[in-house]
């Protein structure tokens, strides 16, 4: 779909092979950061289930090193090329898009599949379950008295 925009839209052809990798390089990184977000909650991101300060702050700081660093000696030395307003504001509208759609999507994997597994665990499944629970609470009770030693 980017290519597509970039091409027909943007009208940019193989002379610009430097916005275009510029265009990419940030696209890149600011999708793949977005994209973290909505894999990380079953829940919507941003809405219904927030992550830590931490992560919003290392989010929001890498998209803008994302968007900046064409207009550094280092992006020159790189071979990018400094963007205009329309085309940052495209390199953000369409990871916001794509994630309004992955939400979506998601949701109904959710109803769909959630649905499907609860009435298909039989009895050695939950056994399995069950110990499994039994075995972490016992580790995290090892490391807790661990700590206290320490």
């Known amino acids: 779909m980017q290519y597509l925009i970039l091409w027909y839209v943007f009208k940019i052809r193989e002379e610009q092979a430097a916005l ?3 265009i990419w390089f940030s696209y890149g990184i600011i999708s793949n950061l977005i994209g973290l977000h909505i894999i990380r909650t079953a829940k919507k991101p941003f809405i219904e289930s927030h992550a830590s ?27 990018l090329v400094p963007l205009t307003p329309i085309l940052i504001l495209f390199i953000f509208t369409v990871p916001i898009l794509y994630c309004i759609l992955a939400i979506n999507i998601k949701k109904l994997y959710i109803k769909k599949y959630k649905r499907q597994n609860r009435g298909n665990l ?3 499944g939950m056994e399995y379950f069950v110990h499994k629970n039994e075995r972490i609470t016992k580790i995290r009770k090892t490391i807790r ?3 206290i030693i320490w």
């Open 53 to 79: 300060k931490t992560v919003y702050l290392f989010t929001i700081t890498i998209c803008t090193i994302a968007i900046l660093v064409p207009f550094t000696f280092v992006g020159k030395f790189i071979g």
């Open 20 to 22: 275009f990798q510029t």
């Open 145 to 147: 008295k661990i700590r």
């Open 122 to 124: 039989d009895k050695k």
